[in-house]
């Protein structure tokens, strides 16, 4: 198991600290990052920058979000302890832990077996208890007993809203979602009744992220 020294510690203070400064306000998100050692969810290599302020390789081309685009997607969330979150796009995990941490109930997909395998390792030895699942996240978890969730997130740029997850969102839930194709304006909608008609939708600015892709993938 890799250490969280005392200096480590000392950087994420100093991550929270600009984290406040540019606008993230949700304490809880902020307890949370400031206990999450981001430089265990990175490769050996790059740990030296697990608190820059930065997207890093984690393999199969695809990164680790930025933590002020962590940050800022938890806060839309608005999670409460015991709340059922659905991620899609587990990556690396860090997100996941983050959400752990804030006493989320963590359920998270992701299309790349290699990184599939390595989180759902990872994050069971750091004793964060999200299920990871293999899958396709336009389908959600179908499986019945999972759904409704009370919180969706979606951390890859997704071309529309996928209609299976607003399905699985609970009535009065939120998802959190980054939509467009090169670049994507992050959403908060919030699901007021079954058809579109009734799917608030909020604009929180625009960010850059890795596509959402249809199906699964099990190449390296
Ligand atoms: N929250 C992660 C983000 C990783 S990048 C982190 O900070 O580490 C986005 C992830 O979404 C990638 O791992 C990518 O493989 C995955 N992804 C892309 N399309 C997907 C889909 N349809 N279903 C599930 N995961 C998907």
Redesign the pocket.
């Known amino acids: 198991m890799r250490d969280d020294s005392y200096r480590h510690k000392g950087l994420r203070l100093a991550m929270v600290r600009e984290l406040r400064q540019k606008g993230i306000t949700d304490e809880r998100v902020l307890a949370a990052m400031e206990a999450v050692p981001r430089h265990f ?1 990175l490769d050996l290599a790059l740990i030296g920058m697990a608190y820059d302020d930065t997207a890093l390789p ?1 393999g ?1 081309d ?4 930025h933590p002020s685009t ?1 940050a800022m997607q938890s806060q839309l969330l608005d999670v409460h302890p015991g709340d059922k979150v659905l ?10 832990a983050v959400l752990c941490q804030m006493g989320a109930r963590v359920f998270s ?4 077996q290699p ?1 599939f395998v390595k989180t759902k390792r990872l994050l069971a030895d750091l004793r964060y208890h999200a299920k990871c699942f293999l ?4 389908q959600g978890l179908t499986e019945v007993d999972y759904a409704p969730f009370d919180r969706i997130i979606i ?2 740029g997704a071309p529309f809203i996928p209609p299976a997850l607003m399905t699985q969102l609970r009535l009065g839930g939120l998802m959190v979602i980054p939509v467009g194709e090169q670049q994507q304006e992050m959403l908060r909608v919030t699901k007021l009744g079954e058809t579109e008609a009734d799917w608030q939708v909020e604009r929180f600015g625009q960010f850059k ?7 699964r993938s099990f190449k390296q």
């Not at 991620?87 to 996941?96: D, K, R």
């Not at 899958?135 to 336009?138: F, S």
């Open positions: 969810f984690i199969c695809q990164t680790i979000s962590v991620e899609i796009g587990t990556g690396s995990g860090y997100q996941t997909i992701e299309r790349q990184l899958g396709d996240g336009y951390t890859c992220f890795v596509p959402m892709k249809e199906g």
